[in-house]
């Protein structure tokens, strides 16, 4: 019952951006045209952009993509639309369709990322496997953290800077982790030395979206 809900709330989901392409497609510009702003600041010919440097660019552009593109999952729905989905769906089902989406999203919105940003900005990563194991967890987790504070921030009234202040203390562990697996991946490492940190994150995305699946219903129902 459940996975028929997700799957019918993830159609929709898809079906909404397919129709609203302008949101994807201002997603898209927002990372290519930082991306270009980086490369003009930075002098990139000139060779000042260091491997840490590259690697802290990249997940900063991806965190403000996140927060961006993640923000709409609750703040663009209408309290009749909300209503009608109360009483056809189960808030175990929304939330998690909303994730999954989201991370689909973030996902591509990343790939894209990576593929413009090497292309401007050269791709010093050695372990290109590990780095697209960072990629994934980070979307999971940028999804599932800023799904739920988009519910309780269009609870309360809509307000995009709540979603930004509640945010970031709780994205803090996430960066740091990804942060220190990609920069192993960009030096080369061993894998084994990356276990610590994926496990982590392993551990904090399913925190993050058990503590969704339990808390969530209860806002809802608000």
Known sequence: MLFQEVKALLHKELLLEWRQRYAFN??????????????????VRSGMLTPPVWNALFWIIMLFTAVNAVAKSFLQEAEGRQLYYYMLASPQGIILAKIVYNALLMLLLTGVGLLFYSVVLGNPVQDIGLFIVAMLLAALSFSATFTMISGIAQKAGNNSTLMAVLGFPVIVPTLLMVIRIAKNAMDGL?????????????????????????LFPYLWRS
């Open 190 to 214: 061993d894998r084994s030395l990356s276990l610590d940190e994926l496990l982590t994150l392993l551990a904090i995305n399913a925190i993050i979206v058990t503590v969704s699946l339990l």
């Open 26 to 43: 201002g997603m898209l510009l927002y990372v290519t045209s930082t991306v270009i702003v980086c490369y003009m600041s930075f002098g």
